[in-house]
T-cell receptor, first 119, second 111 residues
């Protein structure tokens, strides 16, 4: 079974531009989460999509947005890029979202990430 | 507000030694806790996931424990090998399904 794929792997943009990153989850997985990883802040949760709906959102400005398609592939978009947006962007897929009190194991499977550099 | 702390930030041990990595969290109302490893410039690989009702999980040379009441988890690595060198992160999943990561422990196994 193929793993989580992310495209592109590397991206260089300039301030003020916008960028779109893509994530294809493991076949059969319907939940996709996005994270930003920087040396200073570590891994921070951006948002989670399940069945084309945003289920959860972290504390990021509205410049960060995402969507999920019917085939579970997800995209995230960052508009008006700032230098501080330079980071490794990771997506993760799970087969089912967590259910309080349920017995599901919702292990997250991560993609290799997209390294975004903003100049 | 849930905070996840991993101490130490970096650790070097000789090959063959057993070692323990620590993770602490401030709010015991978690759904599960997961340990990951991350190799430089790469994504994360899940190692072990412990549900809130469980006390420990084992996989090969790895054993993770969870003590919700004290807000602590440990990852025990037996007979360390150079290939174990990586950054190890713990993450707690909250009841609202948000996931909070620690900043990780950078582990270096000396040959």
């Amino acid at each position: 079974k193929a793993g989580v794929t992310q495209t592109p792997r590397y991206l260089i943009k300039t301030r003020g531009q916008q960028v779109t990153l893509s994530c294809s989850p493991i076949s059969g997985h319907r939940s996709v989460s996005w994270y930003q990883q920087t040396p200073g802040q570590g891994l921070q949760f951006l948002f989670e999509y399940f069945s084309e709906t945003q289920r959860n959102k972290g504390n990021f400005p509205g410049r960060f947005s995402g969507r999920q398609f019917s085939n579970s592939r997800s995209e995230m978009n960052v508009s008006t890029l700032e230098l501080g947006d330079s980071a490794l962007y990771l997506c993760a897929s799970t087969s089912l979202p967590g259910t309080s009190g349920g017995a599901y194991t919702d292990t997250q499977y991560f993609g290799p990430g997209t390294r975004l550099t903003v100049l | 507000k849930q905070e996840v702390t991993q101490i130490p930030a970096a650790l070097s041990v000789p090959e063959g030694e057993n070692l323990v990595l620590n993770c602490s969290f401030t709010d015991s109302a978690i759904y599960n806790l997961q340990w990951f490893r991350q190799d430089p410039g790469k994504g994360l690989t899940s190692l072990l996931l412990i549900q809130s009702s469980q006390r420990e999980q084992t996989s090969g040379r790895l054993n993770a424990s969870l003590d919700k009441s004290s807000g602590r988890s440990t990852l025990y690595i037996a007979a360390s090998q150079p290939g174990d060198s990586a950054t190890y992160l713990c993450a707690v999943k909250l009841r609202d399904d948000k996931i909070i990561f620690g900043k990780g422990t950078r582990l270096h196994i000396l040959p």
